[in-house]
């Protein structure tokens, strides 16, 4: 690493690449990548994929605190406070994802009495002074009907299936196919998410296909 940024350093010296905040004008072209690579840090706290930890509550924090000065310096900005408000309401079930032995725990299987609450009004808060229909504010809303469901069986399946229709319109991906997949099973049932699945392409190496699929087949009793 250390050898990496050395490069880097001496690319940008030999470049004649200024290392200073850029203008005001310049700030909104940039916001795409800022925005990208806090969430990066937030999944990697959220989802750990090292350090032997399923959640990272420090990498969380930290990327929670720099979308807030993001949003105090750009007020305006609906991505910026959406992106805010999508963490937030991720964060709020932080400590009902993990059980005492470290495994994981399921959506539908957390006790909800343990979500925060206060996240979840800050998140409110915040996702109503954004506008929009941004990738990250569709996010958000969708992070937000689950948020404000009492019981698994009271989540608005079809609210959250017209939310990843727009999705699926701003950010095509075969993610975010597959996501909404999962809620049209929700939804319509299992028989009908499996085959949104089995038409997914460019996912075969990627594991929560595969996970997904598999709960649909057992929850259709296809075991």
Same mark, same amino acid.
């Given at each position: ?28 072209? !940039? =916001?795409?990548?800022? #925005? +990208? %690579? $806090?969430?990066?840090?937030?999944? &990697? ?19 929670? !605190? =720099?979308?807030?000065? #993001? +949003? %105090? $310096?750009?007020?305006?900005?609906? &991505? ?144």
């Amino acid at each position: 690493m250390g050898q990496r940024l050395v490069r880097a350093k001496r690319k940008l010296r030999d470049a004649g690449v200024p290392c200073r905040v850029p203008p005001e004008h310049l700030v909104p072209e !940039r =916001l795409d990548a800022v #925005l +990208a %690579v $806090l969430y990066l840090v937030f999944n &990697e706290g959220y989802v750990g994929t090292s350090a032997g930890r399923l959640v990272r509550g420090d990498l969380c924090e930290e990327a929670i !605190r =720099l979308a807030k000065l #993001l +949003a %105090v $310096l750009m007020p305006d900005e609906p &991505e910026a406070l959406s992106l805010l408000a999508l963490m937030l309401f991720h964060d709020s079930r932080r400590f009902a994802r993990i059980a005492p032995d470290g495994s994981l725990i399921l959506l539908e299987d957390q006790d909800r009495g343990l979500w925060n609450r206060d996240r979840i009004a800050e998140g409110d808060r915040i996702l109503g002074r954004a506008h929009g229909a941004g990738t990250y504010r569709i996010q958000a809303e969708i992070a937000a009907v689950h948020a404000h469901a009492e019981r698994p069986d009271e989540t608005d399946w079809p609210r959250i299936v017209e939310l990843y229709d727009l999705l699926v319109a701003v950010s095509p991906s075969p993610v975010v196919e597959l996501n909404r997949a999962a809620a049209v099973a929700m939804a319509a049932g299992p028989t009908e998410g499996l085959s949104l699945i089995d038409r997914i392409e460019g996912l075969d190496d990627y594991y929560l296909l595969h996970a997904a699929r598999a709960d649909l087949l057992r929850r259709g009793g296809r075991n």
